[in-house]
């Protein structure tokens, strides 16, 4: 299915990446979203520099690089030191003069069954989505400020995983890498120095939950992460027998033995690739369609409808165009020739066919190509050839 997504978007004539994703409440493993490339587009994709690689994914669940070991520096001693209205990361930094890589976030969250205290560097984001996945839970928001005061004892800036004891307490790849950190001493206007994972607290859980950024190691070959937009048209999961072992739905294989059905779940947005094509295909006069998604290949525009020649041209090119399977349209409304010019140009049909009275005159067509602004004489004999050629060449 992967495959077959891919050659339509191919054949669409987009520009795009199949990313991984998460796959939500739907479940299952292996989830691709197919994503146009667009600066407008809503969601947020990491990949490889190297196209070797091939390596993509939405943000949402893109992996951090592999945490490198810590550094051969001695433990020093753990000590409380006053920090009188500082909260932030920014103004702990500041304030106790170390980089906020030094500094360990602590945030609490509450999910449908508890709250857990939630550990991540100082200059990283955490991330939700793989947060909820990591804990397994449906709910996730940051505690109030209340629920804070009433677990750490102190306001919201100054919590810390040291001696944090009624919460479990799940913590980023990253965080067992920390040596001499900083954190909130879960008391207000104070903070820890010299704190070290495992010597001075404990985890409940270890996972990747924090945001990644173009410009870090790609997790699979290390070389730079790079960041575009992207319009998603289209999303596959492989749910495996997530929902046909519930279900109890079997078939019988050919040694008439019963297996549990294996399952899969397609999509494609339609209106939403119409609408990534015209993201990626346009100009300042209007669309420039895709050949193979154009309502239609070409538009065929007397320049007088009231021309019986102009007409009468018009009609045979038509029927030579239709006959020969190209989908065609003719604009014989009563307007001047330059509106239905820019009106086509703002359609976006591939090709504009023009008949005039030179056209009449000489027996040739003139074509115009909207993507590339070319314009070429075709004699009425050929235009089904030459204009299968011009399309062909789109």
């Known amino acids: 299915m992967h495959d077959a997504y891919t050659q339509v978007f191919r054949r669409c004539g987009l520009r795009f990446r199949p990313v991984e994703a998460d796959s939500g409440a739907i479940g299952g493993s292996d989830t691709h979203e197919f994503m146009v490339l667009a600066d407008s587009g809503e969601a947020t994709i990491l990949f490889c520099e190297k196209e070797a690689c091939g390596y993509a994914a939405n943000v949402e669940k893109a992996a951090q690089p592999n945490v490198t070991a810590k550094p051969c520096e001695d433990l020093k001693q753990l000590a409380e030191v006053p920090t009188p209205s500082v909260h932030t990361v920014e103004e702990v930094a500041d304030f106790l003069h170390v980089p906020p890589q030094k500094i360990i976030k602590t945030l609490l969250y509450e999910t449908e069954k508890e709250v857990v205290a939630v550990l991540v560097r100082g200059d990283r984001d955490v991330n939700e989505i793989k947060l909820s996945n990591a804990l397994h839970c449906l709910h996730l928001k940051l505690a109030g400020a209340a629920t804070v005061q009433n677990i750490t004892g102190a306001r919201v800036g100054f919590a810390g995983p040291v001696n944090l004891k009624s919460v479990r307490i ?18 207000d206007d104070a903070h820890l120095i010299n704190v070290n994972p495992v010597r001075d607290f404990n985890v409940d859980i270890v996972s990747d939950i924090r945001m990644v950024q173009a410009g870090e190691p790609c997790p699979r070959c290390g070389s730079t992460l790079k960041e575009a937009k992207g319009i998603e048209v289209g999303q596959i999961f492989k749910l495996g027998d997530k929902y046909s072992k519930v279900l109890g739905a ?14 899969g779940c397609y999509g494609i947005g339609v209106t939403r ?14 669309i420039i369609w895709p050949v193979a998604i154009a309502p239609f290949h070409a538009v065929v525009v007397p320049v007088s409808v009231k021309d019986e020649k102009q007409t009468a041209m018009v009609e045979e090119t038509y029927d030579r165009l239709v006959k020969a399977g190209i989908e065609t349209v003719i604009d014989d409304r009563p307007e001047r020739a330059g509106v239905k010019f820019k009106d086509a140009d703002l359609i976006g049909y591939p090709l504009r066919i023009t008949v005039g009275a030179k056209a009449v005159a000489n027996e040739q067509v003139e074509v115009r190509v909207r993507k590339t602004g070319e314009v070429v004489m075709i004699p009425v004999n050929k235009v089904e050839s030459s204009v299968i050629k011009l399309l062909g060449q789109l």
Do not use: W
Not at 170 to 187: K, P
Not at 273 to 286: R, S, Y
């Open 273 to 286: 690739t119409m609408a990534a094509a015209i993201e990626q295909n346009h100009d300042q006069d209007g």
């Open 250 to 263: 079997t078939y019988l294989d050919e040694s008439g033995l019963k297996k549990t059905i294996i399952m």
């Open 170 to 187: 799940i913590a980023d790849l990253e965080i067992s890498a920390l040596t001499n950190a900083v954190t909130g001493a879960n008391n």
